[in-house]
Nanobody, 121 residues
């Protein structure tokens, strides 16, 4: 059974940091482009960052450039999202997703259950 599990969310003050993890079972994450998305109540999911496969290219929305970093640990079959300089507007549920065949393809095959990030002012 394929499963993506996010962890690392929580409550943090503005300016603080969190590292989210997306761990997979039943599939090999290195074979997939992996996206981190976020969703606030009443809104759709929006892309935060995505990392490609072999070339490791990353794609970021402007609002996170310079603050967030996506990375892989293939030995642990895990993708991370390091979030620094957090702002209250970063408050959302964060999801990871497999996005074959590449970032931006718009095809999503496996979503995690999400992890809540709350940034207090």
């Amino acid at each position: 059974q394929v499963q993506l599990v996010e962890s690392g969310g929580g409550l943090v003050q503005a300016g603080g940091s969190l590292r989210l993890a997306c761990a997979a079972s039943g599939l090999t994450l290195s074979w997939y482009a992996i996206g981190w998305y976020r969703q606030t109540p009443g809104a759709g999911r929006e892309l935060v960052q995505c990392i490609g496969t072999a070339d490791g290219m990353t794609y970021s929305k402007d609002f996170v450039k310079g603050r967030f970093t996506i990375s892989r640990d293939n030995d642990k079959n895990t993708v991370y999202l390091q979030m620094n300089s957090l702002k209250p507007e970063d408050t959302a549920v964060y999801y990871c997703v497999t996005e074959p065949p590449h970032c931006g393809a718009g095809t999503y095959t496996h979503w995690g259950q999400g992890t809540q990030v709350t940034v207090s002012s």
